[in-house]
């Protein structure tokens, strides 16, 4: 079955260190995004892709860094630049970025507390 | 104006009512505009989706609305049930966009 795998679904991180959190998507999607949702908060984009080898920062990027080197492989960094990182991580990919074909396609999520 | 703007950010309906979320924006260029539904622990899905040549969109008992001369469209939830609590978010993009502009969901609770 096609879709998006995340990886792992619970990830605990002690102060000052860095994690990385995976997303791979077997879809054949050009497009793959990383959004933080916060307890009853909507969706902020943190980095989006439309190609490989290439990224753009979205509206919350400080502390977070990302690599686009595989089609089906768009992971996401949480450095020790962010200051508070206990969120849920969603990774979404889609045919074409407005999601109008087909719409986003979203992992299952990361939740990500800092201990 | 990139901004899709969601009320009410929460929602009680009684079982078998109606439940109606209200979205609006700003960019004229705009002309897709999805429905996602989110239970909690889960990543949004799809639900419906709506282009501006229609002024209204039906599958089963979900319905978006459109008002493309007040830049609003809706979600109603005709004979609401326990199992449509969850979270819903309006979002909007357009033609060769890089991304959706997402609004700021709407958490819905159906009391049986």
């Known amino acids: 079955d096609g879709g998006i795998t995340q990886s792992p679904k619970y990830l605990f991180r002690k102060e000052g260190q860095n994690v990385t959190l995976s997303c791979e998507q077997n879809l054949n999607h050009d497009a793959m995004y990383w959004y933080r949702q916060d307890p009853g908060q909507g969706l902020r984009l943190i980095y989006y892709s439309q190609i490989v080898n290439d990224f753009q920062k979205g509206d919350i990027a400080e502390g977070y860094s990302v690599s686009r080197e595989k089609k089906e492989s768009f992971p996401l960094t949480v450095t020790s630049a962010q200051k508070n990182p206990t969120a849920f991580y969603l990774c979404?990919?889609?045919?074409?970025?407005?999601?109008?074909?087909?719409?986003?396609?979203f992992g299952s999520g990361t939740r990500l507390t800092v201990v | 104006q990139q901004q899709v703007k969601q009320s009410p950010q929460s929602l009680i309906v009684q079982k078998g009512g109606i439940s109606i979320i209200n979205c609006a924006y700003e960019?004229?260029?705009?002309?897709?505009f999805p429905w996602y539904q989110q239970f909690p622990g889960k990543g949004p899905a799809l639900l419906i989706a709506?282009?501006?040549?229609?002024s209204e969109k039906k599958e089963g008992r979900f319905t978006i609305s459109f008002n493309k001369s007040a830049k609003q469209f809706s979600l109603h939830i005709m004979d609401s049930q326990p199992g449509d609590s969850a979270t819903y978010f309006c979002a909007a993009s357009y033609q060769g966009a890089q991304k959706l502009v997402f609004g700021q969901g709407t958490r819905l609770t159906i009391n049986p």
């Open positions: 979404a990919s889609s045919q074409s970025g407005g999601g109008e074909v087909g719409g986003y396609t």
């Open positions: 960019n004229t260029a705009f002309d897709y």
């Open positions: 709506i282009r501006p040549d229609v």
